[in-house]
């Protein structure tokens, strides 16, 4: 039988009449000011557009389950690991990074890789990428980076001489660099790449004792990647491949899936490490720091409305659950505040009440109050302070996080390893990457960097050449560069090599 259909209202429910006709004075028309439906439709139209996140702008996202597979209990006390078996509702969003809301899926950019996990103990946002590392370490640096990724001020173009000044003045990018210009920095699909959490993150137990964590997403459906000809071909042809990609995939039952994996450090390790764990341009090296299995991700539900749950989802790397902290690594320090800056701004102070944002696995009571679009009880006759004796909602000191030793003067401290930024990179090139992959890797970024200009081109040579001179020589060849000067480059100071490319 047919399902009876919703009658047409105004927004406050009064039953239209007419979708069609607007009112008008005689046959045509005027219009007439006391067509309050017409108004409300035009008005409303005109709010329909909220600030388009300046990164992340082009997303797709899925609901699924976490599950836990391996016991971790001896690291964390966090509710939603305690039992193998246990699962979490979650949310996640991918999404391509420099490209505005319109852009094309298969541009070479990292994906975002953000879990929202619905945890009785509230929310915790994973909010990684594609890549392990990332192209800074320093959030100073990060506004600037994005500039450059995005469109000269005065063209409104792309442009490559922004886009590669920028890294070749900034060395510690390199190993992200030569990511992303793998064809892991055009994967297949969403389904066909994995996710990282990137930073180390501090997990605790229920004794207190404490560990540094990085969390990998691997994907059960292996990692497929897009050839530079394939992904410029489908930007022009498919520029949403991924996004349907996976909602197709979820509608015919392939639920896409990842296997969840964890590294441990202990603090007496990370204190003597060769270099900085919460450096976010390095990896853990497996071989110090095996992967544990920890559990599955399966996405099987499709949004019913992109916009309710993908465009407004705001994930901040700041939403942790007891058991799961910051580390120190800058980066991530700045991003636990400026995620949640960003979404007040794009979609107001009480966002956490959107249906998506908000936890599901407990009700959350803050004494927080008021605001724009505060939709909810705005916790009725409660008080709305503290302290108070009133039955207001008490702290409990029992989630206190174990706090870590930290000594030192403040000021602005520059990164005192130059060289150790060129060490995993090269790893990448000599140990890693296969002799297509190379090829690959060689040819992406000589179709790139080849746009820029000369001196810039021998500035991000030099640094292919630091990482490993066969590298560098082979850009230095695709480019028709002189490669001892890319050498003589490669083997000045930071401040020399960018006197000498001025
Ligand atoms: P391993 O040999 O143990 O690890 C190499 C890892 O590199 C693989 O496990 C795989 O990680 C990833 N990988 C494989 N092929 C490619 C490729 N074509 N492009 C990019 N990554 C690839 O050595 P290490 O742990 O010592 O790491 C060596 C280098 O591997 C690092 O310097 C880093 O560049 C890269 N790498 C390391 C990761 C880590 O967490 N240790 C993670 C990813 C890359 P995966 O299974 O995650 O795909």
């Known amino acids: ?54 990164v992340h702008a082009k997303g797709a996202g899925a609901g699924g389950y976490f599950e836990v597979t391996h016991d971790i209990t001896q690291y964390t006390r966090a509710k939603f690991l305690s039992k193998i078996g246990k699962r979490t509702e979650v949310f996640l969003r991918f999404s391509t990074v420099g490209g505005e809301k319109g852009s094309a899926d298969s541009a070479r950019d990292p994906r975002g890789f953000a879990v929202k996990f619905y945890t009785e103990e509230g929310n915790y946002d994973l909010v990684g990428n594609n890549t392990p590392v990332f192209f800074i370490r320093d959030p100073i640096k990060f506004p600037d980076f994005i500039h450059t990724q995005k469109r000269n001020p ?41 996710g990282y959490g990137g930073h180390s993150f501090k997990l605790w137990n229920a004794k207190g004792q404490y560990v540094w964590a990085k969390f990998h997403l691997k994907t059960a459906q292996g990692i497929q990647n897009l050839t530079r000809q394939e992904a410029t071909r489908l930007a022009g042809e498919d520029p949403d491949h991924a ?45 110090d720091f095996p992967v544990m299995p920890l559990g599955r991700l399966v996405l099987n539900r499709n949004p019913q409305n992109y916009f309710a749950e993908v465009e407004q989802a705001a994930f901040c790397p700041g939403n942790f659950v007891p058991g799961i902290g910051p580390s120190p690594d800058k980066m991530l320090q700045a991003r636990i505040l400026f995620y949640h800056d960003a979404h007040r701004y794009r979609l107001g102070a009480n966002y956490h009440l959107i249906p998506v944002n908000s936890p599901k696995g407990v009700k959350a009571h803050t004494y927080q109050r008021d605001g724009a679009m505060r939709v909810d009880d705005n916790e009725g006759a409660g008080p709305n302070y503290y302290p108070n004796s009133f039955q207001g909602p008490e702290p409990h000191s029992e989630v206190a996080e174990p706090g870590i030793e930290v000594t030192g003067k403040t000021g602005r401290q520059p990164h005192i390893h130059p060289n150790d930024d060129f060490v995993q990179a090269g790893n990448l090139y000599r140990k890693v990457m296969k002799d297509e992959d190379r090829d690959h890797l060689i ?17 991000q040579t030099a640094l292919f050449y630091k990482a490993d001179s066969e590298y560098g020589s082979r850009v230095a060849n695709g480019l028709k560069l002189d490669v001892k000067e890319v050498e003589r480059l490669a083997k000045m100071s930071p401040e020399e090599r960018a006197k000498a490319t001025q």
Not at 253 to 278: R, S
Not at 443 to 459: E, M, P, S, Y
Request: zero cysteines; hydrophobic letters at 35%; aromatic letters at 8%.
């Open 1 to 54: 039988m047919a399902q009876e259909k919703k009658k047409l209202t105004t927004n406050f429910g009064r039953p239209v009449d007419d979708d069609q006709n607007s009112k008008t004075a005689g046959i045509p028309g005027p219009t007439i000011m006391e067509d309050i439906h017409l108004v409300e439709k035009l008005a409303h139209f005109n709010r329909e557009r909220i600030p388009e996140r300046v």
């Open 154 to 194: 005065a063209t409104n173009a792309k442009d490559p001489d922004m886009f590669w000044d920028f890294l070749s003045l900034t060395p510690e990018s390199i190993h992200q660099v030569t990511i992303l210009f793998s064809d892991r920095g055009t994967p297949k699909s969403f389904r066909h790449m994995n």
């Open 243 to 287: 996004t349907d990609d996976l909602f197709q995939a979820i509608e015919r039952g392939e639920y896409p899936a990842w296997n969840v994996q964890v590294q441990i450090m202990t603090p007496e390790q990370a204190k003597d490490y060769k270099f900085n764990p919460f450096d976010m341009t390095k990896v853990l090296p497996h071989g």
């Open 443 to 459: 040819g992406n970024i000589v179709d790139h960097l080849g746009n820029a200009q000369k001196r810039i081109q021998l500035r």
